[in-house]
């Protein structure tokens, strides 16, 4: 790909001041002619034309029946008069308007490659002669056709920079009549190698410099949004880890749920002890922001009543995998807890068992829980459902 705004590199020999000979690779520079596209927005149009030549080649390879390899070989900046200057006459030229962008372009065909093209789209061979005349009203319409298919395919190419619509404002034969810009202005010239068959031609997309600078600016902004949104989301990242271990989270700790029907509901009176089928050797269920995460024993602290984190079992485990759920310890704390803890070690619940009388060993009696002293390892005895008060678990 040409660099805009040089010449051809040569090669110089300068002496350092050591007197050693060293090649260095040096670019004539024309001040008339100053650089307006950078390397960024060079790379960037290159991509640009390498997808609309894959889009090309696709649709005239389908529609032809041949094989139509199509590829660019350069974009480069030119005056306006160093591009159509050297187009014969006649030529086929289509004029073309990309909304929203101001001003027009220009597809370049040569004449053998349009003669070629209509000849197979009327089911000739192809390969042959074709005749030195401008197309004719009937050729130029079988072209257009396909062109307005090929052209629109811009659409997609342009994705990268901003959406945009092309189509075909005129058709021209004779390179005089296409005066787009003035003469000495820029342009940003795309040359494909168009292949159809055995034949190859160079075909050309050319755009006025004015044209394509409110789109080269709309992707300088989108790649600096896209860095700044890259930036806010890594800040907000940061953000989130940082607060996360300090938010606070409700923890319960829950008996088997009982079914019941709604007869039976109705006809719960006061001091009815509704069984909860929760055998006394079995674990409680801790529930981390009504997540089930751990299992875990009743005990005592103290004055304090108090459960203990145990290590999950098989069926609780398979119970969250079922569900989706974090599975065991690590996944709801992030952190390992020791799989037994000593009875002098047994931590304290976050609550003051209640004064007075306690109901029998086998009755447990409800209290409020609240989450933020609770240690890491120690859960305190949570509230049950309010039909489950002063209930007997067998």
């Not at 074709?130 to 072209?143: D, K, M, N, V, Y």
Request: glycine share 6%; proline share 9%; hydrophobic share 40%.
């Amino acid at each position: 790909m040409s660099m805009p705004g040089t010449a051809d590199v040569s090669t110089v020999i300068e002496v350092d001041r050591t007197g050693t000979p060293r090649e260095r690779k040096v670019a004539p520079y024309d001040f008339r002619r100053p650089n307006k596209v950078s390397r960024d927005h060079v790379r960037a149009l290159q991509l640009v034309h390498e997808t609309f030549a894959r889009q090309f080649s696709t649709i005239l390879s389908s529609t032809l029946r041949t094989l139509a390899p199509i590829q660019v070989t350069s974009i480069e900046q030119r005056t306006y008069d160093e591009y159509i200057s050297p187009m014969s006459n006649p030529t086929y030229l289509a004029i073309l308007e990309v909304e929203p962008l101001p001003g027009q372009g220009i597809f370049h065909l040569p004449l053998a490659a349009a003669m070629e093209i209509v000849e197979r789209l009327l089911g000739g061979p192809g390969g042959g002669e074709h005749p030195q005349r401008p197309l004719t009203e009937i050729e130029i319409g079988l072209l257009r056709g396909l062109l307005d298919r090929i052209l629109r395919e811009l659409t997609y190419a342009f994705e990268s920079f901003m959406d945009v619509e092309t189509r075909i404002a005129s058709q021209e034969s004779n390179p005089q009549f296409a005066q787009v810009v003035g003469l000495s202005d820029m342009v940003v010239v795309a040359t494909y190698a168009v292949g159809i068959g055995e034949a190859s031609w160079e075909a050309t997309l050319c755009f006025p410099f004015q044209m394509l600078q409110p789109a080269l600016e709309a992707f300088t902004e989108s790649k600096k949004s896209a860095a700044s949104d890259v930036a806010e989301r890594q800040r907000h990242q940061s953000l989130l880890h940082d607060h996360l271990h300090d938010a606070p989270v409700d923890v319960a700790v829950h008996f088997n749920t009982v079914r019941l029907s709604g007869s039976e509901i109705v006809g719960l009176r006061t001091g009815d002890i509704l069984p909860l089928r929760h055998r006394v050797d079995a674990p409680l269920t801790i529930a981390v922001g009504g997540v089930p995460c751990f299992s875990a024993t009743p005990g005592k602290q103290g004055r304090r009543l108090a459960a203990m984190v145990l290590p999950p079992t098989e069926d609780l485990a398979a119970e969250q995998a079922a569900a989706g759920q974090p599975v065991g310890i690590e996944a709801a704390v992030g952190t390992a807890l020791p799989s037994a803890f000593p009875a002098s070690t047994f931590p304290a619940a976050a609550f003051e068992a209640p004064s007075g009388p306690t109901g029998p060993a086998d009755t447990v009696s409800t209290h409020a829980v609240s989450t933020h002293a609770v240690p890491t390892h120690a859960v305190p005895t949570p509230a049950v459902p309010t039909h489950h008060e002063d209930q007997t678990h067998e």
